[in-house]
């Protein structure tokens, strides 16, 4: 029985009973095989572009003997599902540029697909804003720290009133003493803004000691535009340092 990380493990609890999986970029294809020895996934499709990580799906496929419940195939994206074969996608650990074009590429193969599990390495505002123009609801979100690194889980479904509760989930909002609009729920998530969790804390304050770094560089700078940026820079780390407060305020 395969162990999964626990970055894999939060995905993994989110696929339901019965699904029929597409796991894209599947590398060793941990997930679908768990999934599949687990009894979750009826049936699953592993999708590698490169021809190490397809190898190494095929391989611990056959080694799990479950190659008649998961079918390994090699393209680019979703080019790898016929509309239809798959209700739920997985795409995990890469960058949300990558999955948004992957998702843009493969819409036509998304018919029939009603839930993703979309897990970002960076990225994640990307990600949240396709899903709000191409009408999924950000259903659920996850957030946590694994050897050091902090995940974002996604989880969207399709739905036909889905701008109905769109319209709800990114309407701006107050938390603490912050109005936080549409951009901002897109760039915190709307739901982990509004549950305070750790690792939450711990990402805003390694991104305000990244934004710190590059302020602190460009007072340097004798460049007029270096001083506006870094005007606007040092206005966000000041929004930023008051969220970060009101989460942990929150989480006490
Ligand atoms: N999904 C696994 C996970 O979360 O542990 C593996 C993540 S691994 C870092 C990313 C994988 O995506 C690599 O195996 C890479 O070959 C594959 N990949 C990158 N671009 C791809 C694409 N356009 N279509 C399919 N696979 C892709």
């Known amino acids: 029985m395969i162990r999964l990380s626990s970055r894999l493990q939060t995905i993994a609890n989110k696929i339901e009973r019965g699904s029929r999986l597409a796991d894209i970029g599947s ?61 739920t996608v997985t795409i995990a650990g890469m960058g949300g540029g990558l999955i948004v074009n992957i998702l843009t590429a493969g819409k036509p193969q998304l018919a029939g697909v009603n839930w993703l599990v979309l897990q970002p390495n960076v990225g994640e505002e990307l990600v949240r804003r396709w899903l ?3 009408g999924w609801l ?16 996604l989880c969207a479904v399709r739905l036909a009133d889905a701008e109905r509760w769109n319209e709800e989930l990114y309407r ?33 304050q390694g991104e305000i000691a990244k934004l710190e770094s590059i302020a602190k560089q460009m007072a340097e700078s004798q460049h007029e535009q270096a001083a506006a940026k870094r005007g ?6 000041d929004r930023l340092r008051r969220l970060v407060a009101v989460i942990m305020e929150k989480g006490k």
């Open 132 to 134: 709000l123009q191409e």
């Open 172 to 204: 701006p909002c107050r938390i603490g003493d912050l109005e936080l609009g549409a951009d901002d729920l897109l760039r915190f998530g709307p739901r982990l803004v509004r549950q305070p969790a750790e690792p939450f804390v711990r990402k805003w």
């Open 27 to 87: 590398d060793h294809a941990l997930l679908p095989v768990f999934l599949a020895q687990q009894g979750v996934v009826r049936t699953a499709i592993a999708g590698e572009l490169n021809p190490g990580p397809f190898e190494a799906a095929r391989k611990q496929v056959r080694e799990a003997g479950l190659e008649r419940r998961i079918d390994v195939r090699r393209g680019d994206g979703l080019s790898v599902l016929k509309p239809g074969e798959a209700d």
């Open 232 to 237: 606007a820079m040092l206005a966000d780390i």
């Open 138 to 153: 950000l259903r659920e979100e996850d957030i946590l720290e694994e050897d050091g690194k902090i995940y974002e889980v």
